[in-house]
Nanobody, 122 residues
Framework: QVQLVESGGGLVQAGDSLRLSCAASGRTFSTYSVGWFRQAPGKELEFVAAISWTGGSTYYADSVNDRFTISTDNAKNTVYLQMNSLKHEDTAVYYC???????????????WGQGTQVTVSA
């Protein structure tokens, strides 16, 4: 089994930055991709960013491109989501997930963390 634990969420003001972490344990991840998704109240789950575990490929939703950066620290089995220039509409529960396929479809991700709340005040 794979376990994913997110951390780093919190309450910030618009324009601030946050860094989310996703710590992985269990199986080795050398062939997996890790993605970040988010869900705002009353809205559907939304793709944010994804990265191959080797870090060779990254993908971003248009809404976060140029503001968010996804990266890996293989030695720590951790994936990060650096979020800059946060906007009120970034407010959501953020989830990390692992997939053998990657991409932006949540149904392709088999393992999920419990989520971390990010709240951006206007």
């Amino acid at each position: 089994q794979v376990q994913l634990v997110e951390s780093g969420g919190g309450l910030v003001q618009a324009g601030d930055s946050l860094r989310l972490s996703c710590a992985a344990s269990g199986r080795t991840f050398s062939t997996y991709s890790v993605g970040w998704f988010r869900q705002a109240p009353g809205k559907e789950l939304e793709f944010v960013a994804a990265i191959s575990w080797t870090g060779g490929s990254t993908y971003y939703a248009d809404s976060v491109n140029d503001r968010f950066t996804i990266s890996t620290d293989n030695a720590k089995n951790t994936v990060y989501l650096q979020m800059n220039s946060l906007k009120h509409e970034d407010t959501a529960v953020y989830y990390c997930a692992a997939s053998a396929y990657g991409g932006d479809r949540s149904k392709d991700y088999d393992f999920w963390g419990q989520g971390t709340q990010v709240t951006v005040s206007a």
